[in-house]
């Protein structure tokens, strides 16, 4: 492992730092595993991880998704299941699924959305939910009454991204089989997200450095211009 990564890395300067596109050409150049490798962006903020203000959560719909598909479950009232339906969701779930999940503990999807009227019920499965990031809420557009536009935009590939502890922000864009101006679309999307999400107590520079890698590939330092 160590000698197939040093070979890449003699690709790569590691004191420079490349333009998107070039990035993107050398990611393709440097990932030689058997699968299709995600690709990911790396982003340490100027924020302060144990600031409430300064924590970044934000949602972003990739033009080209991430390459992996979600299974979407939406907990509505009877009214709402055919909208739910009809937009996509993977699980309808209303009252008598809450019960079940909140007997057995079994999920099988990837995200949940919700409408308002929902969320009281939703309090029974919360400790089910909430330990695996499930649970909707308003901050990640996950509740709301327009269940068919929750719906469709998760399938379409919309993302929720936050920093952790260490006031970095770890994103999926793409798999190495998108073509190049994909993954320069979705990283575009992903950026101009990101720089929106800046929040405004942030003092000095808000993008302090920023990677672009494949899955077991090595790190290529990006511009956020």
């Not at 590691?14 to 440097?30: G, M, Q, R, S, W």
């Not at 699968?35 to 972003?60: M, N």
């Not at 719906?151 to 006031?167: M, P, Q, R, S, Y």
Request: aromatic share 4%.
């Amino acid at each position: 492992m160590s000698k197939r990564m040093d070979a890449l890395r003699a690709k790569i300067d590691k004191n420079k730092v490349y333009p998107i596109d070039e990035a993107i050409a050398l990611i393709k150049d440097t990932s030689n595993v058997k699968f299709d490798a995600s690709v990911e962006i790396h982003a340490l903020l100027g924020v302060d991880p144990k600031k409430g203000e300064q924590q970044i959560r934000a949602t972003v719909v990739l033009p080209h998704g991430t390459g992996r598909s979600k299974k979407v479950a939406a907990f509505v009232s009877s009214e709402k299941e055919k909208e739910a339906k009809e937009a996509g969701a993977d699980f309808i779930y209303g009252e008598e699924e809450i019960k079940k999940i909140k007997d057995t503990g079994k999920i099988e999807f990837d995200i949940a959305v919700t409408t308002p009227d929902m969320m009281p019920k939703l309090a029974a499965i919360a400790k089910v939910l909430g330990p695996k990031g499930l649970m909707p809420n308003p901050k990640t557009e996950t509740v709301g009454p327009n269940v068919k536009k929750m719906v469709e935009e998760l399938k379409k590939g919309k993302i929720t991204f936050k920093n952790d502890d260490t006031a970095n922000v770890h994103q999926s864009i793409g798999k190495i089989s998108f073509s190049n101006d994909q993954l320069k679309e979705n990283y575009t999307a992903f950026l101009e997200a990101l720089q929106k999400a800046k929040p405004a107590t942030t003092k000095g520079t808000y993008v302090k450095n920023l990677v672009i890698s494949s899955s077991m590939g090595p790190g290529i330092k990006i511009s956020d211009k």
